[in-house]
């Protein structure tokens, strides 16, 4: 069983930058795909970004393509979102998961461990 938990999140103002981490325990983390999801207030759950197994390849939502950027440190247990040139529309429940199953995802459905989230508000 991972456990996952996410930190880093707050209130910035339009333009600025947020780094969220994301701490994994209770498994080998190198053995799982990972992914950032956010969610709006009476919005759906929606992919942001995922990172493969090594960290070789990574994917984007297009909205934050060239803004956001996903990395991960498997010898920390960590897989990180710097958030750069953020836009209120960015607003939301920022949370990680973990896949177990080979190959990228982006459906909620395909993840198998969730974390418990991290607000990010940006004001304009």
């Known amino acids: 069983q991972v456990k996952l938990v996410e930190s880093g999140g707050g209130l910035v103002q339009a333009g600025g930058s947020l780094r969220l981490s994301c701490a994994a325990s209770?498994?080998?983390?190198?053995?799982?795909?990972a992914g950032w999801f956010r969610q709006a207030p009476g919005k759906e759950r929606e992919f942001v970004a995922r990172?493969?197994?090594?960290?070789?390849?990574?994917d984007y939502e297009d909205s934050v393509k060239g803004r956001f950027t996903i990395s991960r440190d498997n010898a920390k247990n960590a897989v990180y979102l710097q958030m750069n040139s953020l836009k209120p529309e960015d607003t939301a429940v920022y949370s990680c998961?973990?896949?177990?199953?080979?190959?990228?995802?982006?459906?909620?459905?395909?993840?198998?461990?969730w974390g418990q989230g991290t607000q990010v508000t940006v004001s304009s």
């Open positions: 998961a973990a896949r177990y199953k080979q190959g990228l995802s982006s459906s909620v459905l395909a993840y198998d461990y």
């Open positions: 209770g498994g080998t983390f190198s053995s799982y795909a």
């Open positions: 990172i493969s197994r090594s960290g070789s390849t990574r």
